[in-house]
């Protein structure tokens, strides 16, 4: 399969935000790409670095107008493309949702995400009510993706579900950075930190990895922080944790991967964790903590 990623510097103006990752979806497509995975929030800027009650304006129904414009686009690029949309549900009722459309331009599935945070400019529990559609892959003509959601990557839990219901690659649309008072070792050890967590997935679950960062300084509208660098650093990673490409930390990118799918197979033959994991042992797992 081989994988588009588009990792972009967001401004305030969603209309142009939309042109510029339409355009590029086109052009990965015209590279080859058969599944195109965009960026968490991709409409517009990260607003979860303050609390407004004004921005719930900006959500959106799925279906919706985002829908309708990238479900042209997916059909007539002929791609696989993964979504990230502020959905309103519900009047009060909000999710950081993901989209998946198949080359159709149908909706082949949704993902809502589980694993809200909530710290200095990460306020998402003001925006987002946790998902409740479980860790199930999406059906599509490529395969059964499993969709996940920033966050989500520092689970285990939530990766190794997605395999058991026998997803053939693990995909995370992300909007992570570091804040400007972070001193520039500890931004390095986030960084590879979150790199290293979802490699661990990969190796751990036999399975490639996909996550796509956005990129650039967004300022704190509020003045409260002094604003998130996003770390961009977008990669792919085969079944072994082996970083098959990485964007640029700074700059905006798109990149065509080939991922060997059936290289799964192997390694999962070589290393068969499913096999051996103590089941029989794993209740614990359900408690908060093991007093």
Same mark, same amino acid.
């Given at each position: 399969m081989k994988v588009g990623i588009i990792q972009q510097h967001n %401004?305030?103006? =969603? @209309? &142009? #935000?939309?042109? =510029?990752l339409t355009e590029k979806i086109y052009q990965v497509a015209r590279e080859g790409a058969e599944l195109v995975v965009l960026q968490e929030l991709h409409e517009g800027l990260y607003f979860c670095q303050t609390e407004e009650v004004h921005t719930f304006d900006q959500a959106e129904t799925? /279906?919706? !107008?985002?829908t309708a414009h990238y479900s042209r686009v997916a059909e007539q690029a002929g791609v696989v493309l993964v979504l990230s949309l502020f959905e309103k549900r519900a009047t009060g009722l909000y999710h950081n949702t993901s989209v998946v459309l198949d080359k159709d331009g149908s909706i082949a599935g949704i993902y809502r995400k589980m694993h809200i945070p909530d710290d200095p400019a990460y306020y998402e529990k003001f925006y987002f009510t946790p998902g409740d559609l479980g860790f199930h892959p999406i059906e599509t003509s490529l395969g059964k993706l499993g969709v996940l959601v920033c966050w989500d990557q520092w689970y285990p839990e939530a990766a190794r579900l997605m395999? &058991? *219901?026998? *997803?053939?690659?693990?995909?995370? /649309? %992300?909007?992570?950075?570091? $804040?400007?008072? !972070?001193?520039? $070792?500890?931004q390095t050890r986030q960084r590879e930190a979150w790199t290293t967590v979802q490699r661990?997935? *990969? @190796?751990?679950n036999g399975l490639?990895?996909?996550? @796509? #960062?956005?990129?650039?300084?967004?300022? !704190?509208?509020?003045?409260?922080?002094?604003?998130?660098t996003f770390w961009g650093q977008s990669f792919v990673a085969g079944p072994q944790g082996e970083v098959l490409?990485? &964007?640029? %930390?700074?700059? $905006? *990118? %798109?990149?065509?991967? !080939?991922?060997?799918? $059936?290289r799964s197979e192997q390694v999962r033959r070589w290393w068969p964790f499913l096999r051996d994991r103590r089941i029989d042992e794993y209740d614990e797992i359900l408690k908060r903590y093991r007093d």
């Open positions: %401004t305030s103006d =969603r @209309v &142009l #935000n939309r042109r =510029r799925i /279906p919706g !107008d985002s395999a &058991l *219901a026998g *997803a053939e690659l693990l995909i995370y /649309p %992300t909007a992570i950075g570091t $804040e400007s008072s !972070d001193p520039p $070792e500890e661990g997935h *990969a @190796v751990a490639p990895v996909v996550a @796509v #960062n956005r990129v650039g300084y967004e300022q !704190d509208p509020s003045g409260v922080t002094g604003g998130i490409e990485m &964007l640029s %930390t700074t700059e $905006e *990118a %798109t990149a065509v991967v !080939d991922i060997d799918l $059936e």
